[in-house]
């Protein structure tokens, strides 16, 4: 992948497995709405995203992903499915995209999958496998790209996925709360007067001495208070130039929370025609401290 690919990649699985930043995993799906103390709204939103993120063990939902070039007057969206599940103090991710359409093209079958997993699950002959890893497999290619993102036993990676994306983009949810404001200006949105009572808005603007201002300008969150549920993500970049920079976005659609998931949805087979996997060891610069 390219160098556009690669960031494309990380926020793909970063904010994705952010799906659950704040989800109330055990709330029953018709449970009344949780409002927020008037107090410190903002504090009271991010502890709670922090409070039951650790409830979640299983997740699947619809997935969409878009990226804009406003510069260009392009954008690209792709389709999919996203599956995590979590299980004795390890987690794995996948996500199978199935379809893209680019600007005013109708839609095509376009299929890319990105998997995140332990190395050992990886591992061939002669070819071992250490750490957490992401395979991406471009099926019209026909190519196999396996990207460690952590080593083992580096006493900086949680060995849960949430905490180790969290590294590379902000995760409400797992960045603690004064962190998170530290790198960011953090404010709720005052809803439209015709937008969804149930949802809450969460703008982040990037602080001049962030960690991540060379990367974007702004980020927004916003989550269903039925179901402590995120349903949508924007982040706008720093590049090609402000106030041009690239959208990325991703939405969640008719997710299903903690239900039994055949493990089977995780196993990586390269399929008939892919050569072998090139290895990419860690990219130790591209990881936040």
Known sequence: MGNRRIIEAAFIVSWTAGVCWGSGCTQDPAAPRQDVSPADPVDAVLERLNKTTSQLKSYEAQIEYKYSQPLLESESLHKGVLYYARSGGTASLRVNFDTRKQDNEEEQKYAEHYIVLDGARLSGPGRPLKGIWLAHLDYQIKEAKYYQLAEPNDPNASPDLFELAGRNLPMLGFTKTQDLKREFEVELVKPEKDAPKDLIQVHLKVRPNSVYKDDFVSMDFWIDQKLWLPVKAVAVKTEPEPPFGDIQEIKFLKPTVNKDMDGKVFELKIP??????????????????
């Open 272 to 289: 008939g025609g892919f050569g072998e996997p090139e290895i990419v060891p860690l990219q130790k610069d591209r990881t936040r401290k």
